[in-house]
Structure formats: C-alpha cells, structure tokens
C-alpha cells in the first residue's frame, strides 16, 4: 500500500474512535435480557468480550472489553454509537449496511446517513487483512443479540 | 484420422502441454497414455506458479503485508475455483489436503475419535472390492482400531458392482459408505446416487472418492438432490492437469461440523492456551500448518484450464479415444480387456492382460517404442485378486491423447506378441 | 556497510531470489523480513521444479516407464540430499509429509495407537511453553484422547527454558519429551542435548521441531551422540527456501518402525487383502499416496543451494544480521525486545513490542514503506500469554538480508511513531 | 529405453530361463533344516513362496512357486543353479556377488566364473525398475537361509 492509502485507512476519525473509544467497558444487564460474547479474530488474536442488553425490543446497551488494533478498538466504539438506542430490527439492518461496506471491497459507497461516523471504515474494505479487525465487535454483536433474542423465544 | 466426439482444438491443446514435445531414448517420440497415474501439466499452471514464486510469494492468513495480502487472495482464489469445478455448495465446504490420499485418510482417522459420527464396536463401514488401496487401508485401520466391521460390496464378471446384496450391506450398523466413483482398473462407473439414497436412509454417511471422476466427469455438487448427493468427496490435484503436493476434500457443512479436527496446529485454532485449545471453523479446522500454497493456486489454474475446455467436451473426448481404444486392443490376439466393454458407461482407464506376457514385460516392449503404460496392480489387489490375476497392464487417455496414440500402442503390443514369439 | 560476519557474496545472492527485485504499491522497493513465516525461493529451486513438471512428470515407484523411472529417480535423490543435509544416519529414515505441522502429528497420532512406544493412561507427554501451536496442539490431541497428562517446560523472563524443575517433569511416567530447537517467537535456542540425554535416561523419546533451526543450523545427526541425539525430528520445505506443501520427518530406524502406519493407502502397503492388509517399510510406510513429487524435487534443489553457499556461513550471517537487528530495534524509543537480547545464542526472529501502537498498526505503517514484517501472536499464543502480551511485531531475516534493510526497518518504525503521533 | 537396451535387458539366457524354469515348484522338505518364506514387491505384486533345504551346511534344494515377469522368474531360475549343491559360505557369497552386479547401476564387470547364466542380468542392472524383480527371489532366498541357520542354531 502507498502513503496515500495509508491514510485512507486511518483516518482521523478512527483515530480519534480508537484514542477515545465509545462504550468501553463490561457493564451489568438485567440477566434475562442480555447475553455475552467472546470472539477471536484467530488470525492475529485480537479478541472481544461484549455484552447486549435488549428491552421492549430495543439495544438497552452494548458494553465490550477488548485488546486489538485501532481498527478493531474504533469499529466497537462506532458499533455502541450506531445501535445502541436503536430498536432490534433496525440494528440488525445497520449491521448488514456495514457488513456490505467491509466485503465490498473498496466499491460500496457507503450511506453516511445509515452509518454516520462508520463511512470512515470505507477505507478499511480495501484492505482484506483488516476487514476482519473491523469486522470483530460487529458479528460479537449480532451473535450476542441473537443469542439474547433466541432465549426471550424461549420465554415466549 | 478423426472420430466423433473428440475435442475439435486437439492439437491446440496438445501444444498447451510441453511434456508431448519430448523425445525418448533412440529418439522415440513420447506417447503418454498413463494419465489415469498422473496427469501432465499445460503450461498455464506451470506459469501460475512460477509467477507465485517468483513474485508473490508470502505465507497466508498470517501475513498481513502486501505480498502475504496477494499470496492469500490468490490461495482462496483457488479454494473458489475449486469449489466452482465440483459446484460445491459452499466454498468453505472445500479443503485443501495434499493428496486424495490425505483427504481419505482424514474422515477416517477423525471417525475413530469423537462426535456424533463416531464409529465403534458393533458399527459397519461399507466399502467395495474394486477400491484402490487409499480407500481401503484406511477403513481397515479405522475398524481394526475400534472393533467395528468391515464389509464390502463384491464385482460381478463384467467388473460391475454386485448390488444383489445391497440390503443386507447397508443396513441400520452403517454408519459410512466409502465407495469410488470410477475404478481406476476397471473403468466402472458407480451408481453414486442410488448407493447415496440407500445408504442416506439408514442414516449412514457416504464418502466418495472422486480420483478417477474428477478428471473426466463434469461434477454438480448442488445440483444433486440432497439424498443422492455424497457427504464428503475427495479428489487429487495431479490428475485433474495439477501439481502434484495437493488435493480436495469436499464435505458438506454439517458432517464436517460434526467431524472432530484431524491434523494440529498453526491455522486450525480459534485459540490455544497450554490446558486446551479451542477449533477454527470449516475450511481451516482441517487445514493444519502451511497449507500448500504454491499447489493450490496451480491446482486453481488446472481446474479453470479444465472449465475452458469444458468438462462435458472432455468427457465425450475420453468416451470417443476410449471406445477406440476397446476397438483396438480387442484387434490383439490373445488380449482381454478386464471391466465393462461398454465405452458409454466407463471411464477412460483400460486395463488387460496379454496371453503369454507378463505385464510388466509388456510395459517394458512398449516403453522401447515410447509408449507409457502401467503394469502392476494398480494399487487395487483386491480387485486384481477378484479377477483371478496377480497384475494387469493399463493404458490410459486424457484430453491430449490422440487416435494415433492409440494406433502407436496397437502396434506396440503385436510387437511386443512377436518379441516374445507368440505365434 | 559492510558487518563483520556477513556472506561476502551477499549482493550475488540476493540476485538469485527473483522476489527480491518487486517494487511494491507506490514504488516501493521490497524489504523483506518475514523469512521465519516463510523464506523466498532462489531461481534454480523455480527452475528445477520447472524442469520436472515440463520434461519428467510421471508418477514415482509404480511407473516403469522412462518418464517414470525419471521421476522416481529425482524424487529418491531428493530423499539423499535431505539426509545429507541433516547427517540423517540413514536415507531411508527421512519421511517426506506436506510440512512440518504435519510431521510432528505423524507422531502424536500414531502414539495413540498401537506398539510398545503407545501413549495411555498414566503416561506423561511433555512439552514447554514456547512451542509453535504445531507442537502444542497435536500433544493435547493425544492426551486428551489417551487419557495421557501434558506437562510443560514454563519460560525464565529472558525467554529461556526455565530447567530448574526438569527432573520432577522428565520422570518414569514420561513417554515423550517434544521441544522446539528454535522458538519461532523469542529466538531462543534450547538445549537439546541435555534435555535428550535426561529424557533418554528414563527411556522417553525425544522429538525435535527444526523448523526454525533448520534454516539457520548447522545439523549433523550422525555425529550426535546417541544419547544426546533426538529420536523424531521435523522441518518444513518452505523455510529452507523450498516450495510449499512439503516437509521432513526424520526418525530413527529403531522408533519408527516400532510406530504403527499413519495414512493408509497406495504405496505404503506390501500387501492389501480385503480382510487385512501388511505394510511396506520405511521410509514408504508412512508415505502413503502420491507424495509431493515436484516439491520433495524442488526441496532437494533448495537444500543443496544452501549446502552451497554452506550452513556454517548461513548462521553466521544470520547472527551477524541479528546483532545488528537488536542494536537498531533498541535503539526505537518504546521499543522492547522480547526473548534473548544475545545474538550469538539465539535465531534471527526478534519479536518486540512498541508502546502506543498496535502490531497490526506497525505492520500497516511498515507496509507502507515496502518493510514486510509479521504481526500477531506468531502461532505461539501461549508464549505470548506468558509475557503478558497478546500479540507482537517480528522481523526475521535469512541470507539474503542486508543491513541496509534493517536500517529500512527501524527507520520505518521511526515513522510509525510519528504517524501515530507518539511524541 | 531404445531397441538395443531392450535385447540387452532380455538376453535369450534370460528367455530361456523363463520359458523353462529350473527347479521350480515348492518340494517337501526336513522340516527341522528348512524355512519358506514368501516375499513380494509391492510395487507390481509380482510374489514368490520359496523353500530352502540346507543340510550339514551345504544348500540341498532351494524350491520355489512364483509369479511374476520374465525377469523375476528367470533369475529364480538362475538361483536355484547356482546355489544348490554349494556350501551356505560360497552361495552367500555367489548372492553377494549378483547384489552387487544388480546394484551396480550397469557399471560393474560380472564374473562368469561365478555368476554363469547370471551374467545375464547384467542388462537388468541398467534399469532401477526392474532390479527389484531380479532380486525378489534372491532375497527371499537370503532370508530363508538366514531363517533355518538361526534355527538351526538354537538347537546346537
Ligand atoms: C517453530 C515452528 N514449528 C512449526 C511450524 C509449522 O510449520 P508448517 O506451517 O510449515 O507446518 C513453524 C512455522 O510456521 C514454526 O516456526
Ligand atoms: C481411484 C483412486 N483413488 C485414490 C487415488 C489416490 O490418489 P493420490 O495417490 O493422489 O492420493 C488414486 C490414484 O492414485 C485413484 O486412482
């Protein structure tokens, strides 16, 4: 990769998302509404402990501990900006917006107003080794929320 | 001389593979019909990897600089093509062994350890007679070391599965059937999907080895209704146009989740801690240590040379040299031709014997005039044994072999009758 | 700059490896120093590889022909080439697999089975902390699955093997003791001769990974002392500037034939009945299938390359390559080398880490700058688990590095600091 | 191989020997002076089930059942010639001499005075395949002899 590359993966802003993570830390949840991941990126051994917390439908929170590169530190801090307040449904759509972003390659264009300060990741898909760094926390979260969603069936 | 249904681009193609070029000891041109052993290579796949070598060299997954970014790309590029090549239902259902012998080997040795398909006393695995010893040898090992039974389906005169008995073999102990889609010494052609549905309906997994299918079968994975379509497929890279170093297990998603892990190490974990580790998923459960990168992409360049010519081209071209080829090695006296003489419904391998010849006798006659037989069993004893002979010759085509390929071993082999003065 | 040490035909090398003149994204010349991930392949090993696949591919043992009796010919004189490189006491007791990872679970997968060496309840299996996952995982396999105890060596704050409990962990119980001569992470170089004479002494067998030490060591089996000599030792092609997909086991005549067959099938049998089947002996017993003709071929070619610019010369440049290497990383504020800080006791792969920044993030930064480096836990997590740290950034070099291109490194990471605004 | 090797490889001595095998057929034996052994080459399958009689350390007969190739079963032939009625010193060293011709790559100068037809073979040398076809029934002979002088020991 060139310099200029180089700074069309870390832009600013995920520097700034990875000096000044979002939502860092494992905090409680009502047990009975949340589950707890951990996932590993095997590759490199960066890992990811998150926790969801659901309500009435809604992501009540998203709280992670985890080691790893800024990629992955800013793409979880994006993650707890982007969904945590946003009703299960349309999470699950913003994920699958950023996950098309990350497989694309480099050709998506990505919609600032789905994925606000997650354009900045537009960079990232160019670079098949990293995609899975920003890609960590998201699928801890969609497996975490299913996991959630999954056992409130069983409630049902 | 020109027949139906061989490829019309023949001589294009047969300048794709340098190897056709070579002239023999005495200035024998070469006339290579032993392609059911190995395969030659076009030389698009030799420059694939030269090019890998010479340029993009780098370990995968593991290395995140550039050259290890192109070395990645490139190696589950191959994984796609192969996956395209089979119509595998899904890419990462495709792993990379080193040989077809390997990937036989791993669901066997992986059956003997954990899981729901474990195989144990009492249980019985399914094989035939006409298997080569990679297919045999590792069941014998699996049943041996866990007191379950070893059964198999015998061969009919013509060298045809004896299906008489099919109830009694597949029956509710089966727990695999492990069966060979085309005898590399017959050249039969197996019902894959009738002895799948059976198996299937006791619950039983179906493995299949694909070695001397591959070559000359167009193979639809998906497109093969889910009780007729095998488990678990292997393959081998040097017959299908590729380096030698590599080959394909195929598995679908469930059974290989079932499977415990075979080899350990680098690549195959999610993680390790010294008190225990915990397991990738498909394909890299499977795929221990540095894989064989170099391999896999020049198997990647073999399996789309392949699709170019187009399988189904290559499948009439082998039926076309082969039913030539019964014609004439029936024209010999004293020669008889073992397994189905029926072009249409075998694969291209013909194996016979010589009255008054020793095969390997034959084979070294026909050497002297630059033409490249096997003699020997074959690696299928048993099915040698079946047939009441110790070692048979073979001669076998591919997509360069040429009519007049066939006329030059003709020939060959009444030299070899007068050489041996045969009346 | 010229370093005392250093192959004086350095820069003729370098115009061996064809790699080593690709310009990267952005012009960048390559600086390449991943050699312990894998090591880039001079010309004549490309070249010979090419010879083969053009002019003398046929398949080995089984064919008769002269095509074939070309290709048994090479590959068994690739078999002679390894043992002389490694002063294997016999030819015959050199194994080829498809790479080291494999080799190491030839081992512990066939201790689980059968024979007087057999691993079960009881026995001990020891191992240490600074092992590849290729030599942790296959042990835990065995364990767990024989109900055998896995101990390990733990690691001094140096990197070194911590002894001082060697003889509690090297006991009567204690069937196998497998070490890595070379750690891949730290750079330490263990004690293989004391560590074989203790495990000998209470009658467990010693096995050797060589992985890293085969590309930078001198080795001579044959003039080991028999108690001080290892019984299994592993390597892998592709870091002795070989292809992929294929690696060495060595094993004592004595050891291997007490261990029963690996992978069944072609090859490794004498004789195959359907009711059960005897075995070739070594080295084809446990080679079964078609072995990895061109790359065993293109190994030999490698290993003599390296004969020829001489082992001893090698590691001398190496250490001379990493003193050089310690003295400029330390030079980095924030850097910290982990592992032995004395090049003449240690390999050339320095792991470190840079306060403030992420090895991901330096081997981006570094990448930038055409220095290819790795980053992560270098398939020995629990090494780094040990010094409390998840993952690192290590260069290794090889003989063709130069010191210009150390100089490249540490400038690189120079900029790395600044690119992430360290002060 | 060219047409020149291939007369050199199958000289009339060795048709001959094929086509009129000298000894061959498994003969009853002293049990307490004889071993059989049965060795094959796993390459081609091609086997041999070989009697060795010995007494008062001379070779009384060497009898044998065999299939295989021309080369193979002649040099059973041969073996049985030159071994039978020898002491076991003199046909160890009559195998040693024709190990080494067979080993010989084609280099090495046979003796007629010892080898008689089994100078034969000296074509066979020139060809690694087929080497193992020449030495299958020596070698089982070695092993055979070997076989019934240990026994033979143990009861001294
Ligand atoms: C010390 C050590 N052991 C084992 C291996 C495994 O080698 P391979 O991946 O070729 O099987 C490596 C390299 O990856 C290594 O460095
Ligand atoms: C039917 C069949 N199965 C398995 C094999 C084994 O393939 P490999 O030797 O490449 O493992 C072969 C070829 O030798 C074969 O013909």
Redesign the pocket.
């Known amino acids: 990769m060139t310099a200029q590359d180089l700074d069309a993966l870390y832009q600013e802003i995920i520097l700034d998302h990875y000096k000044h993570p979002h939502g860092k830390g494992l905090r409680e949840a009502d047990p009975d509404h949340s589950a707890e991941v951990h996932h590993v990126n095997p590759t490199c051994g960066d890992e990811v402990t998150l926790r969801v917390h659901l309500a009435d439908g809604v992501v009540e929170d998203v709280s992670y501990d985890s080691v790893g590169c800024s990629i992955s530190q800013a793409s979880a801090s994006v993650l707890h900006d982007l969904v945590v307040g946003k009703s299960v449904d349309e999470a699950m759509a913003i994920h699958q917006e950023f996950l098309t972003l990350m497989q694309g390659k480099g050709t998506v264009e990505p919609d600032e107003d789905v994925l606000e300060d997650g354009i900045a990741f537009a960079g990232v898909a160019k670079f098949p080794a990293r995609v899975k760094c920003a890609l960590l926390s998201w699928m801890a979260w969609k497996d975490a929320t299913a996991q959630v969603v999954a056992g409130d069936g069983d409630k049902a | 001389m020109s027949l139906e249904g061989l490829l019309p681009e023949l001589a294009v193609i047969r300048k794709d593979f340098p190897i056709l070029e070579r002239t023999l000891a005495g200035g024998m041109p070469l006339v290579y019909l032993d392609s059911?052993n190995t395969s030659q290579k076009p030389q698009v796949v030799i420059d694939t990897m030269v090019d890998h070598l010479e340029r993009h060299n780098a370990n995968i997954a593991r290395a995140m600089h550039q050259l290890g970014a192109e070395s990645t790309e490139a190696f589950e590029a191959a994984r796609d093509k192969v996956a395209a090549f089979i119509g595998a239902p899904e890419r990462d259902e495709v792993i990379f062994t080193k040989?077809?012998?390997e990937a036989l080997n791993l669901v066997a040795n992986t059956l003997a350890w954990a899981g729901p398909r474990r195989v144990g006393e009492g249980d019985e695995v399914v094989i035939t007679e006409m298997e080569?010893h990679?297919?045999i040898v590792p069941w014998q090992l699996l049943t041996q070391r866990t007191g379950a039974t070893l059964r198999w389906f015998g061969l009919t005169d013509e060298g045809r599965l004896d299906l008489s008995n099919i109830d009694q073999l597949i029956n509710e102990r089966t727990k695999v059937v492990s069966l060979?889609w085309v005898s590399?010494m017959l050249g039969t052609i197996n019902p894959i999907a009738e002895i799948t549905r059976k198996a299937h309906a006791v619950g039983a997994i179906v493995v299949v080895?694909a070695?001397?299918a591959a070559p000359q079968l167009p193979i639809d994975l998906a497109a093969m209704p889910a009780d007729e379509r095998p488990d678990l497929v292997a393959f081998?890279g040097?017959?299908v146009v590729g380096p030698t170093g590599i080959?394909v297990l195929w598995g679908s998603r469930a059974v290989l989740d079932e499977l415990p892990p075979f080899l350990g190490g680098g690549e195959m974990i999610e993680t390790v801690r010294m008190e225990g580790s915990t397991y990738a998923g498909i394909p890299h459960k499977f795929e221990a240590g540095t894989p064989p990168i170099v391999e896999a992409i020049g198997l990647g360049a073999a399996v789309d040379y392949l699709g170019h010519v187009g399988m189904d081209a290559i499948h009439r071209h082998e039926q076309a040299i082969t039913a030539y080829a019964l014609e004439g090695l029936q024209s010999v006296k004293g020669l008889t031709v073992l397994g189905p003489l029926d072009a249409a419904s075998r694969g291209g391998a013909i194996s016979f014997e010589l009255d008054g010849v020793h095969p390997h006798d034959i084979a070294q006659v026909l050497d002297s005039r630059g033409v490249a037989v096997r003699a020997g069993h074959h690696?299928a004893k048993p099915a040698h044994a079946r047939f009441g002979v110790q070692s048979s010759t073979r001669m076998s085509s591919y997509l360069y072999t040429e009519p007049r390929e066939i006329d030059a071993l003709v020939e060959a082999l009444e030299y070899t009758r007068s050489y041996f003065k045969l009346d």
Chains 1, 4 share one sequence.
Do not use: E, V
């Open positions: 059911a040989n077809a012998s080569h990679s297919n060979t590399n080895d070695s001397q081998t040097h017959k080959g690696c």
